[in-house]
């Protein structure tokens, strides 16, 4: 007798191998999808490490007493000594052309540091002194690799004659490459060993800031209100559809709102991260008020006739009962929301974020700007060095949005530890 | 007022006249009238969809919360129309407890849900005093024993019968005259059914009860009072022994012998 626990007939063998064919149709899937994305974040972090590293020229300086007078030292010409260093260093070079060249070894900022060392230390008034400068940007990039240094002279950024000094340099171990803590701490800049990201951090932290303690609040009253309290009728559809609409509404459009209405109209003050705040939560606010429904909607109604049933008013039942069981529903939609935010470059265009600026907000008053769209100026801009500012830029923002989504999640996972 | 309606009145609690109800379109119940007695327990029995919960939502008004739905006539609850327009239904309902269906505790610990509904109607003034009346409301449900000593732990994580016993606490921490109960039962094994049927009985010495249930036997045991109702309408309303050994119309004879419904 045959088992029939054991007997495979053919139509249950197709259904088994259609199971199996499709867990590995997902598999596939999901292997692809992470490919694609160990892809893209391997090369911006490969690329973006760069951006970590700063090279710097040592150079001893003659501060001559001659060019510093006593009562105003900030005031002197430091990028003149700077240069004359240089050319001690290499006395050798006497065309003018060559001579540019050499200075243009070092950073303009040169000059700043030696001034601030000679402010904060009169005494050196007079001293040869070691002093390691920023290197420019493209003896950093020489430095890091990423220039050609053979085939045509003329089509080089570095000719022989320049290699030949920085050669020299590095014997006497007079370059080496830093970590690169600039680019933590100072603000936007056109040169690019000298920009940094924390003005568009700021901004970006002050912008989403805003965002949120507009948004949050509104749409979670709003989704409360049309949810809990008002009348099931036309009304209440036709603000539904509104809703659902503005949801899908391309984000320039809230930017040349934002342009009309708070700059123009109300005279906001232009490129502020509050006008970007109130940009963004204009655009985010159709996405947290849909997901705030979503999550009282999922509140069992049991709940809210325990509480009515025992007398209690419909705002008590609301936030004593339904608000907390939706709490966690409701910040994912937050997420959601600020994520979309955090990303999101087109309206903040509108509004005038996209201006260079060097100075790091303290307020949301100044102007500022935002990480999306200082990766947005970077890519526009010509020199090769910016490749590797704007892949470091990519990833402090993937690093804020984790930071970001992170709170969130263990906000959420405290409040639906609560029973 | 002569005598005998003092007495009428004194033993009614809760009185309906006229009553009809309307989803939308749709007529619910159909003129219903009946007194409830004070201290019984009243069932109303009768096929799903013939409008016994429909009319007891009406007793504490949770059908204000249905859009479509309206309701003429009058209700009184010793002697007050509960639909004049100067009631106010949070007031009403702290008077008219429910207990439902489905055992609904809030997701908080025992405590809080016992002690909630006095919380929020202040009716209590100290923290010790708060603490006796839950655990007095919890003796009265006869859940004292099983959870005094996890008080603080989610009310969600008791059994069926437990979490409708504790219901049942809350309903009565805030001391209303009238408790309304919706097939509370349904939703529970036979034993659990049991001691909830039991606390009923112990309840009506301070409370009208008012009970719902799709069990004839459930009626015959607990409820001193029954009424039968049909497509909407009240169709017998008498002393449950009447009504189960001695109907008067073929429509409830019909049910309780298991023909329709």
Redesign the interface.
């Known amino acids: 007798m045959t088992n029939i626990f054991t007997e495979i007939s053919p139509a249950l063998r197709r259904r088994h191998a259609a199971e199996t064919r499709f867990m590995w149709f997902g598999r596939i899937a999901i292997f692809i999808a992470i490919g694609f994305l160990v892809v893209m974040i391997g090369s911006i972090a490969w690329i973006g490490s760069g951006a970590l590293k700063q090279t710097q020229v040592e150079l001893s300086v003659f501060i001559d007493p001659q060019e510093i007078s006593a009562d105003a030292i900030a005031d002197a010409d430091y990028s003149k000594l700077v240069k004359s260093a240089l050319r001690s260093r290499f006395p050798e070079v006497k065309k003018r052309r060559d001579k540019k060249n050499l200075y243009g070894l070092v950073s303009y900022d040169a000059a700043y540091t030696l001034r601030d060392k000679v402010v904060a230390d009169p005494d050196l008034i007079g001293q040869t002194v070691n002093i390691w400068f920023v290197a420019s940007d493209d003896l950093d990039m020489l430095i890091k690799g990423n220039l050609t240094i053979t085939g045509d002279e003329k089509m080089r950024r570095f000719d022989d004659k320049q290699l030949g000094w920085v050669e020299s340099l590095k014997q006497e171990d007079a370059i080496e490459t830093r970590f690169n803590r600039a680019f933590f701490t100072s603000g936007d800049s056109r040169e690019p060993e000298l920009a940094g990201i924390l003005g568009a951090f700021v901004g970006t932290a002050l912008t989403l800031l805003v965002c949120f303690c507009l948004s949050f609040p509104v749409g979670i009253l709003a989704a409360i209100y049309l949810e809990e309290f008002a009348?099931?009728?036309r009304w209440n559809d036709l603000i539904e559809v509104n809703i659902n609409n503005l949801a899908a509404v391309p984000s320039i459009v809230f930017g040349l709102l934002g342009l009309a209405v708070f700059l123009n109209a109300f005279g906001l003050p232009r490129s502020s991260p509050l006008v970007g705040g109130l940009v963004l939560a204009l655009m985010t606010l159709p996405t947290m008020i849909i997901a705030a429904r979503a999550a009282l909607r999922a509140v069992?109604p049991?709940?809210?006739?325990?509480?009515?049933?025992?007398?209690?008013?419909r705002i008590?039942t609301v936030f004593?009962?339904v608000a907390p069981?939706a709490l966690p529903g409701m910040l994912t939609g937050a997420i959601v929301g600020m994520a979309r935010a955090l990303g999101e470059t087109a309206p903040l265009l509108m509004i005038g974020m996209v201006a260079f600026i060097v100075d790091i907000p303290n307020s949301i008053l100044q102007p500022a700007t935002a990480l999306p769209v200082q990766i947005f100026l970077w890519a526009d801009s010509p020199e090769r060095a910016f490749l590797e500012k704007t892949s470091a830029a990519i990833i402090v923002l993937i690093l804020f949005l984790i930071l970001m989504n992170l709170v969130a999640i263990l906000l959420r996972n405290k409040f639906s530890q609560?029973? | 007022m002569n005598m005998q309606e003092t007495d009428t009145l004194s033993k009614t609690q809760v009185s309906a006249r006229n009553v009809n109800v309307f989803y939308g379109e749709k007529q619910a119940l159909h003129n219903i009238t009946l007194d409830v007695k004070r201290n019984k327990v009243t069932s109303f029995i009768g096929p799903s969809g013939c409008g016994k919960t429909t009319f007891l939502k009406c007793i504490n008004r949770m059908n204000d919360l249905i859009d479509i739905c309206r309701i003429e006539g009058d209700i009184l609850i010793d002697g007050q129309d509960i639909y004049d327009k100067n009631v106010d239904v949070v007031a009403l309902r702290a008077h008219v407890g429910m207990v439902f269906q489905k055992p609904n505790p809030f997701p908080k610990s025992i405590f809080e849900n016992v002690a909630y509904g006095m919380k929020i109607h202040n009716m209590t003034k100290s923290k010790s005093e708060l603490e006796d009346r839950v655990e007095d409301s919890l003796r009265r449900a006869a859940l004292w024993d099983e959870v005094k000593d996890r008080l603080d732990q989610p009310g969600t994580g008791l059994s069926g019968g437990q979490q409708q016993r504790l219901c049942i606490a809350r309903t009565i921490a805030v001391q209303p005259r009238v408790i309304l109960m919706d097939e509370p039962a349904s939703a529970l094994d036979p034993i659990a059914t049991a001691k909830v049927e039991e606390l009923i009985h112990e309840l009506r010495e301070n409370f009208t009860i008012i009970i719902v249930t799709h069990s004839m036997q459930q009626a015959a045991r607990v409820s001193q009072h029954t009424a039968f109702f049909h497509l909407g309408e009240l169709v017998e309303y008498g002393k449950t022994n009447t009504i189960f050994t001695n109907p008067i119309d073929e429509r409830t004879q019909n049910y309780i012998t298991g023909r329709i419904g």
């Open positions: 009348r099931k009728n069992p049991s709940i809210r006739e325990a509480a009515l049933g025992i007398g209690a008013t008590q004593h009962h069981l609560r029973f």
